[in-house]
């Protein structure tokens, strides 16, 4: 890339501080001084492992803590007032690490039944409910690997996934189960279905060679002692796919020794304590819910809240208010929805117990920011991270004052800076990538059999490059400028253009298509997509609209495009490749710069 200095716009001249008291009752009270002293090694000693050389996630979550302090305390809170067939009254569950303990070993002595082994793949495709969490931590007790995927994904998108980590497994509802094309997945041998009023009907065997066990039967059969299967820290966690600006999207497969980056992170950057009641909005499809909605809080000890159902405003209200949260870790996208439904509905509910708050996933705008300390009282603080850095590493911290639109400073033990093509630092205030140095506890382990993926992230010697360009201020914070690739942040989520130009064009109408994020009020961007037609279409909004419903039913609904524009044809290099820049400056109107590599 071009190193530029950064534009006027993106220096905050008067940068707009936020202040804290000098003496703050903070996890971590002095950020310089925690970063002087800073060793991973003695972090290393908070866990069991580091002494019994025994090593399982999910004993360091909920089995220590159920043999102490844990035994009555509530792990996990699960609200989901929506009415369905099993449960008329909606549900309103807690659960104790003592509780967890159990289930999850009946789930884990479940799938040992089944044969599944340790590193085994297995996906869980389920709403966000108890059994999610249940089935995440019984797999983890066997030591498979869970591959949990969003409810929202569609038939393609599970396909792709299924196929590529060779699941041998999946957990779902016999709802979901009509999105998994079954016939096109060889490594499946089991389903565990979740029945929902009526019994499942869990055949023994489908003419595919596939098992269908009813999860509910199996459950109540199995024992409620299993003790987890010991490995080492350099065993699989947990792969989460994500996209990139290229092919499908990849398998980012963390190692068990993350959980060293979850803890600390959760201790200085969430600022968890005992007595907190924390509640992280992300699902575990996306690895905030995982990192941070399972690993960090747990191994704390912390008490969780799960919010089950769709978005909707007043209900997140009264989920604060009805467990008292005190930390709240959410994103923009959130931010900005709550704050259009209005001002006059957070009236009606009191957020006096929340003591702090941190966002993830794209940039927090000023404005948001502002609208939410307003309406709470409390600033959120930014955390930059991304599935592959499976951690927070550049962040805001609850002890120390920061600038309104900065991303913050790098995680203590941590070192993120801003860099030109060869690697080298580069002065205040000029755009360059984004890079982490390497070897923070819980960088990605591999891109699931993928190693020239894996190697491009790491092409700059000694840097882990992000994707991402930013700048570094003379004070020292790092402000987050933009993507380097094509890659779309919508409401949050990383859709990759490549796979929803591949369901575009499946639609009979469809000749070619080009896929951009278009900047956007509300989600930060919308997918935008430049669709060519084959002969014998017309060019109608009645076309838009099925080919939009067209890839929420293939692909997933946030991976639709909202916006479609017919051209005559999608822009490509001589090679093949779309020229996304040429069809994001046609939908701003802008100058198209240099075309000397399109097609003619
Ligand atoms: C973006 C997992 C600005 C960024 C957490 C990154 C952010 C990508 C921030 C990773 C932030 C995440 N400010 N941008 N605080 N946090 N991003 O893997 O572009 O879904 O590379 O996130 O999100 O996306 P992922």
Redesign the pocket.
């Known amino acids: 890339m071009a190193i530029k200095t950064a534009p006027a716009s993106f220096v905050q001249k008067t940068s707009e501080w936020v202040r804290k008291p000098k003496r703050i009752d903070a996890n971590m009270p002095d950020y310089a001084k925690a970063c002087k002293n800073f060793k991973w090694k003695n972090v290393e000693k908070e866990f069991d492992w580091s002494r019994t050389k025994k090593v399982n996630i999910v004993h360091e979550m909920i089995d220590r803590h159920a043999a102490g302090i844990g035994k009555n305390r509530v792990a996990l809170y699960f609200w989901d007032p929506t009415p369905s067939a099993l449960y008329p009254k909606g549900r309103d569950e807690k659960y104790t690490f003592m509780d967890l303990k159990k289930e999850s070993s009946r789930f884990g002595g479940v799938l040992k039944k089944y044969k599944i082994k340790k590193q085994d793949r297995v996906a869980v495709f389920l709403p966000r409910t108890p059994e999610l969490y249940i089935s995440i931590l019984g797999l983890h007790r066997i030591g498979a690997i869970p591959v949990p995927l969003f409810e929202a994904f569609m038939e393609a998108a599970i396909e792709d996934r299924l196929s590529d980590s060779e699941a041998a497994a999946i957990v779902t509802t016999k709802s979901l189960l009509k999105r998994v094309p079954l016939g096109k997945l060889p490594h499946l041998k089991h389903i565990f279905i979740l029945a929902e009023g009526e019994a499942s009907q869990a055949n023994d065997e489908t003419s595919l060679n596939i098992q269908m066990h009813d999860y509910h039967q199996e459950m109540e059969q199995a024992s409620t002692q299993l003790e987890p299967i010991w490995m080492t820290v350099n065993d699989g966690l947990v792969i989460h796919y994500?996209s990139g600006s290229t092919g499908k999207s990849k398998g980012v497969l963390h190692r068990q020794y993350a959980m060293v980056g979850h803890y600390q992170t959760s201790k200085w950057v969430l600022d968890l304590r005992q007595d907190d009641v924390y509640w992280c909005t992300a699902d575990p499809g996306?690895?905030?819910g995982t990192s941070y909605g399972i690993y960090g809080p747990w191994t704390l000890g912390i008490s969780s809240v799960v919010l089950g159902g769709r978005f909707q405003p007043e209900r997140w209200y009264q989920a604060i208010e009805k467990y008292q949260v005190s930390v709240w870790y959410s994103a923009p996208t959130a931010f900005r929805m709550l704050m259009s439904h209005g001002e006059a509905s957070t009236k009606k509910y009191s957020f006096k117990s929340l003591r702090h708050i941190c966002?993830?996933?794209?940039?927090?705008n000023p404005e948001a920011l502002r609208w939410v300390r307003k309406v709470t009282g409390v600033a959120p603080h930014?955390?930059?991270?991304?599935?592959?850095t499976g951690m927070q590493i550049?962040c805001n911290y609850r002890s120390g004052d920061f600038k309104i639109g900065a991303?913050g400073k790098p995680f203590p033990g941590t070192y993120a800076s801003v860099v030109d093509d060869a690697g080298k630092e580069l002065p205040p205030n000029t755009l360059g990538h984004l890079v982490v140095r390497t070897g923070w506890p819980s960088m990605m382990k591999e891109i699931w059999k993928n190693k020239p993926k894996f190697d491009e992230y790491f092409r700059i010697k000694g840097w882990y490059l992000?994707?991402?360009t930013a700048y570094k201020d003379k004070d020292g914070f790092i402000w987050?400028a933009g993507?380097e690739d094509d890659?779309i942040?919508t409401a949050?989520?990383?859709v990759g253009p490549f796979e929803v130009e591949s369901a575009l064009v499946q639609h009979p109408a469809v000749a070619e298509a080009g896929v951009i994020g278009k900047p956007d009020k509300l989600r930060g961007h919308i997918i935008k997509a430049f669709i060519s037609l084959r002969s014998g279409f017309g060019a109608s909004d009645n076309l838009k609209k099925e080919i939009s419903e067209f890839v929420r039913k293939n692909l997933a609904a946030h991976a639709a495009p909202r916006e479609i524009e017919f051209c005559e044809r999608v822009p490509k290099t001589r090679s093949g490749k779309i020229m996304r820049r040429v069809l994001r400056a046609w939908d701003q109107g802008l100058p198209v710069g240099d075309i000397s590599t399109m097609e003619e």
Do not use: N, Q
Request: net charge negative; proline share 3%; glycine share 10%.
């Open positions: 994500t996306w690895v905030t966002s993830v996933g794209e940039p927090l930014e955390t930059w991270w991304m599935t592959e550049i991303t992000s994707g991402d987050f993507r890659v942040k949050g989520e990383r």
